[in-house]
C-alpha cells in the first residue's frame, strides 16, 4: 500500500465518484429538516484566488458536517456575471464581454471542481442569463406599478472613467469603488428604488439579526442613519413656495441668519435665474462638481459659498435672511439645506465670519453673557434661551419640543426623523447589465413592456465602445421600437441597464428552484428551502450586497411573494488572506517565485540579483504582487492539504496569514494520519476484531481506557467547534492531539483490547476529518474495507460515561524542577498522594537524606506535588 498520500491520483478519482454518484444533488424532503448553506457567488474573473479558497472551503466543511448530522443540504453555486469589470476586460483584451464571461465561467468552474467542493451544480445559475434577468425585469415593472421604482432628474455620483451612475453606497471616500477614479456630480434623468419606503424597518430589525456580526449591524444601522429632530419650513421671499430644512436643534431657530444650500439643490438654479448672481453661481456650481462630495471629502476643501439672488423668511423672528449655495452642505442629507445658525455650529461661524453675516447667540450656558462680536468660536452645547422672543430663559432641551409645537401651530414646523440613506439608483449607462424594461414615448411618456414580451434581452452582438459608453443608444435594431400603448413607431427603448446588485439582491431564491419558468421562483420551493441559514463573505458587502438583500425581501414580502423579511439568518463574515510584500530596488514589488533565498537566508531578486526588502503583511492584492496562484496549491499539495491549511492557520473570521512551513505542516499531518492508518490496517485484522463500543468502564488496560477516553473527548470537542463557532483550527488541533496519542500505542504489542480501541479512534479520525479533507477521507474509508462514500456515514457521538477518567495525572516537583509524573486513583486523599511521592524512586534520588521543610499538594485536573528541600 503506498506509503504516501498521493493526491494527483485519490482527488479526480473521488471527485468523478461525487459527480457520477450525484452526492450533492438535493431535493425538497419534508420529512427532513433543511439546511442551506450560501457563500457570496463570485465574479468570474476566470481564476479563483485563494480568498475564494478559504471562503468556500469554510462553507464546505459546514455543509458536509450538517448532511452527515441527517439535514436536507442545499448548497448552490452560480456566477455574478454582470457589471463593468467584465465589460472594462473585455476592453482590454479586445474581446466581448459574452464571450469572456463565458469562458470565465467555466475555467472557474472547473477549478471549483478541482478543489472538491459539494456544490449542487444542477442548481448553477449565471445572472446574466436571459432565462435569470427576465425576472428581474418582472419584478421592476411589478415595482412600478406600485410606485417602488420611479425615474427623476437628478445631481447623481459619475465617474468619468467608468462612464456611468453610481449608487451613494458605491462611493469610497468620494471615489469609484471599481476604479478609485475620484468622482462627480453630473445632472441625469435616473431610476431609483424606493429603498427610504423601508428605512426604519430596516433599522429595526438589525437588533434582531443575533446570527450577525455587531460590525456589520453597526454600519448599516450607522448607513441608515436615524436622527430626531424638526422639518421647518422656510418661505421663499417673493414667491408662494417654502424651503424645508431638518434640524436636530430646533431651538436655535432664532438665531438662524442665513440659509445654506447644497449646489445640487433644485432650488439653487431657479432662484438664481435672472438675477446678478447667475454667473457667479453657476461658476461655484461647476467648480463644486467636481470636488469630493461626502462627509469626508468636503472637509478638505476651505469653506466657500456664493448668495444665489434670493432671500427666504426666518418662521421665528419673520426676519428676510439671505440664500446661500455652500460647499459643505450634501444633498444626500436631511433636505439638501441648512438653516445656518452660526453662534451654534462651526461651520456656519466661520462661514458668518468669511462673508460678513449676522451673528446671533440665542443658547449660552447658564450665567455667562455671549457677546457676537467679541466670540471667537461657536457655542454647540446646551443651556439658556436668549434672543428668543418668549422662549428666553428656558432651558433649551425644553425648548427644542416647545418651540416645534408653537412653529407647528403657526404651519411652519413639525417633528420629524431624518434618515441618512438615499433613494437606490440604479439606472447604469454601461452595456454588460439588465437592461430596464421601459419604453420612452413622446406621446405615452414612460411605457412599461408588456410582461409577455420579457425577457427584454441584451444584444449579445453589440461592439463596445473604446471609453467604455454603452453602444445600446445607437443600436437602432435595440433602441427604436412602437409604443405599445398608442402605437407610435418612433418611440424609444430605455437604454440605461440596471445596477449589478440588483442580480445579487435576490439570486439566493433563484437557487431553490433555478429552472422554474413561470415566476421569479417556485413559491414551494423558496417555502421549503428559504432564508438561507448561514450566509458567509466579505464585511466590505455590508451596505451594499447585504443592505439591498434585505431591502429587496422587504419588497418581495409587500408584494406577497414570500412571507419573510430577513435573507439571511446568520452570517459569517471571514478574514482576509494576507501575506508579506516583497520589493527589489529597480523591479518594485514582486510575486513570491520571483524572489530566492540565499544560504544565509537573505532574498534576491531572480531578474537582477538585487537584495529584496520583505514588507509587512498585508491583504493578498495583484497590484503588491504578495498572491499565492490556487493552481500551484493543487498541483503541488492538492486540495486537501489546501483546505486543510486554510483551515487551520486562523479562526475563519479572523485574518489569515499565508504561511509556506504552515502548508508544509498541514501536508505532514495529512501524510501522519495515512501512515497511521496503513499501519493500523497492515497490524490488525479487521475481520477479527470489532472496534470497541462499549463504556469507558468496561475496560480492563488502563492505557486502553485512556484513549478511548481521548477518542470521546476529540468527538465532543470537534462537533462543539464545527456546530457552535465555526472555529475549525481548533478541531483540528484537537483531532492532531488524538493522532499523536495513538502514535505513543506499539500496534505489535498491542492487545485485542487496545486494537479495538485503536480501530474506533480511526474511524473516528476519519469521520471527523471528513468535511475537512474529503478526498483523503473517502480513500481511507474505503481502504479499511467499506463501500460507498463517507459523506454517506452519520456524524459520531461521543459517550457521556466515557469523557473522564478514573484516574489523575500526578506531577511531582523538587524545589520547583519537574522530576517525576505517575497516575493515580481519584480517591486517593491528600496524605496518601504524599506518600506515593515521597516512595517514588525518581524523587528518593533528588531527596537523599535532605531535610524536608514542606510538600504542598494542589488538587485540581491534574495534582500537583512541590516538595522542598
Not at 472547473?110 to 432565462?131: H, N
Not at 503588491?624 to 491549511?645: H, I, Q, S, W
Request: glycine content about 6%; charged content about 25%; overall charge negative.
Amino acid at each position: 500500500m503506498e506509503e504516501r498520500y498521493n493526491p494527483g491520483d485519490v482527488e479526480p478519482k473521488w471527485q468523478e465518484y461525487w459527480d457520477k454518484n450525484e452526492t450533492f444533488k438535493v431535493t425538497q424532503d419534508p420529512s427532513k429538516e433543511k439546511y442551506y448553506l450560501l457563500e457570496m457567488f463570485p465574479y468570474p474573473s476566470g481564476k479563483i484566488h485563494i480568498g475564494h479558497v478559504r471562503n468556500y472551503t469554510i462553507g464546505d466543511v459546514v455543509v458536509r458536517y450538517k448532511r452527515m448530522k441527517g439535514f436536507n443540504v442545499i448548497h448552490p453555486m452560480g456566477w455574478d456575471a454582470f457589471g463593468m469589470p467584465a465589460e472594462n476586460a473585455a476592453i482590454d483584451n479586445n474581446t466581448h464581454p459574452a464571450a469572456w464571461t463565458y469562458e470565465n465561467i467555466r475555467a472557474m468552474r472547473v477549478q471549483l471542481k478541482k478543489m472538491g467542493f459539494s456544490y449542487d451544480w444542477d442548481r448553477e445559475i449565471a445572472t446574466c442569463r436571459p432565462e435569470y434577468y427576465r425576472w428581474e425585469q418582472w419584478l421592476f415593472l411589478k415595482m412600478l406599478e406600485k410606485g417602488m421604482a420611479y425615474r427623476k432628474e437628478s445631481f447623481v455620483n459619475w465617474c468619468e472613467k467608468c462612464q456611468t451612475v453610481l449608487a451613494n453606497e458605491q462611493v469610497e471616500q468620494d471615489k469609484c469603488w471599481r476604479c478609485s477614479q475620484v468622482v462627480q456630480q453630473k445632472k441625469l434623468w435616473q431610476w431609483f428604488f424606493k429603498i427610504t419606503d423601508y428605512a426604519e424597518d430596516l433599522l429595526v430589525h438589525c437588533d434582531q439579526l443575533p446570527g450577525w456580526p455587531d460590525k456589520v449591524t453597526v454600519m448599516q444601522k450607522n448607513w441608515i442613519g436615524k436622527s430626531i429632530g424638526s422639518e421647518l419650513k422656510f418661505k421663499i421671499d417673493g414667491i408662494n413656495e417654502d424651503l424645508e430644512v431638518f434640524t436636530t436643534r430646533p431651538d436655535t431657530v432664532f438665531g438662524a441668519t442665513f440659509m445654506c444650500l447644497a449646489p445640487e439643490h433644485p432650488l439653487v438654479e431657479t432662484l438664481s435665474r435672472g438675477t446678478d448672481q447667475q454667473a457667479a453661481v453657476d461658476a461655484f456650481v461647476k467648480k463644486v462638481s467636481s470636488q469630493e462630495r461626502s462627509a469626508d471629502g468636503i472637509e478638505k476643501y476651505e469653506k466657500e459659498g456664493v448668495f444665489i439672488g434670493a432671500h427666504c423668511i426666518n418662521p421665528a423672528t419673520g426676519e428676510k435672511i439671505p440664500i446661500y449655495t455652500a460647499n459643505f452642505v450634501l444633498m444626500g442629507y436631511g433636505t439638501g439645506a441648512i438653516m445656518s445658525v452660526p453662534a451654534g455650529d462651526q461651520r456656519d461661524f466661520d462661514f458668518a465670519r468669511k462673508y460678513g453675516l449676522d451673528i446671533r447667540v440665542v443658547v449660552q450656558p447658564e450665567g455667562e453673557n455671549f457677546d457676537s462680536a467679541t466670540m471667537t468660536e461657536a457655542y454647540t452645547g446646551g443651556g439658556v434661551m436668549v434672543n428668543s422672543g418668549q422662549f428666553d430663559g428656558l432651558d433649551s432641551r425644553e425648548a427644542m419640543e416647545v418651540m416645534t409645537d408653537w412653529l407647528e401651530e403657526k404651519g411652519r414646523g413639525k417633528k420629524a426623523i431624518s434618515y441618512r440613506l438615499r433613494d437606490w439608483g440604479i439606472s447604469r449607462q454601461r452595456y454588460w447589465g439588465t437592461p430596464i424594461p421601459v419604453i420612452h414615448c413622446p406621446s405615452c411618456g414612460v411605457v412599461p413592456v408588456p410582461e409577455q414580451d420579457l425577457p427584454i434581452q441584451l444584444p449579445e452582438d453589440a461592439n463596445l465602445l473604446a471609453k467604455g459608453g454603452s453602444p445600446l443608444p445607437g443600436l437602432d435594431y435595440f433602441s427604436k421600437v412602437t409604443c405599445p400603448s398608442c402605437g407610435r413607431e418612433d418611440a424609444k427603448r430605455d437604454t440605461d441597464t440596471m445596477d449589478t446588485f440588483v442580480e445579487s439582491s435576490w439570486y439566493y431564491l433563484r437557487y431553490c428552484s433555478p429552472r422554474y419558468d413561470k415566476g421569479m421562483f417556485d413559491p414551494a420551493a423558496v417555502k421549503y428551502w428559504a432564508p438561507v441559514d448561514q450566509y458567509i463573505g466579505g464585511v466590505e458587502h455590508a451596505v451594499l450586497h447585504l443592505l439591498y438583500s434585505r431591502y429587496f425581501m422587504r419588497v418581495l414580502n409587500t408584494l406577497g411573494l414570500i412571507d419573510f423579511k430577513e435573507p439571511f439568518t446568520r452570517l459569517l463574515t471571514q478574514g482576509m488572506v494576507c501575506k508579506e510584500t516583497m520589493t527589489c530596488p529597480e523591479h518594485g514589488f514582486l510575486f513570491p517565485d520571483e524572489a530566492k533565498k540565499q544560504a544565509d537566508d537573505t532574498l534576491v531578486c531572480t531578474r537582477c540579483n538585487s537584495e529584496v526588502t520583505v514588507g509587512r503583511v498585508i491583504k493578498m492584492s495583484k497590484s503588491k504582487k504578495n498572491v499565492v496562484d490556487p493552481n500551484e496549491l493543487l498541483e503541488r499539495y492538492g486540495a486537501d492539504v489546501t483546505r486543510l491549511f486554510c483551515l487551520f492557520a486562523a479562526p475563519p473570521e479572523r485574518d489569515l496569514e499565508w504561511n509556506e512551513d504552515g502548508v508544509e505542516g498541514s501536508n505532514r499531518f495529512v501524510n501522519r494520519v495515512w501512515r497511521l492508518a496503513i499501519d493500523c490496517m497492515d497490524k490488525i485484522d479487521t475481520t477479527a476484531i470489532e472496534p470497541f463500543d462499549g463504556a469507558a468502564s468496561d475496560l480492563k488496560s488502563a492505557a486502553a481506557k485512556a484513549l478511548y477516553i481521548k477518542a470521546n473527548q476529540t468527538i465532543k470537542k470537534v462537533t462543539e467547534d464545527i456546530d457552535k463557532s465555526f472555529h475549525f483550527n481548533t478541531a483540528i488541533s484537537a483531532v492532531m492531539e488524538l493522532v499523536n496519542t495513538m502514535y505513543t500505542i506499539e500496534i505489535d504489542k498491542a492487545d485485542v483490547e487496545m486494537r479495538s480501541i485503536l480501530l474506533f479512534s480511526l474511524e473516528n479520525i476519519l469521520l471527523l476529518l471528513s468535511p475537512i479533507i474529503p478526498h483523503f477521507c473517502e480513500e481511507l474509508f474505503e481502504k479499511m474495507g467499506n463501500t460507498g462514500s463517507i459523506l454517506e456515514q452519520s456524524w459520531p457521538d461521543y459517550r457521556k460515561d466515557s469523557l473522564t477518567t478514573d484516574e489523575v495525572l500526578v506531577v511531582v516537583q523538587v524545589n520547583g524542577k519537574l522530576r517525576a509524573k505517575f497516575t493515580i486513583g481519584t480517591d486517593l486523599d491528600e496524605a496518601g498522594i504524599k506518600a506515593l511521592a515521597l516512595a517514588d524512586e525518581r524523587i528518593k534520588k533528588y531527596i537523599q537524606e535532605k531535610p524536608l521543610k514542606k510538600i504542598i499538594v494542589i488538587q485540581k485536573k491534574q495534582t500537583l506535588v512541590n516538595i522542598v528541600v
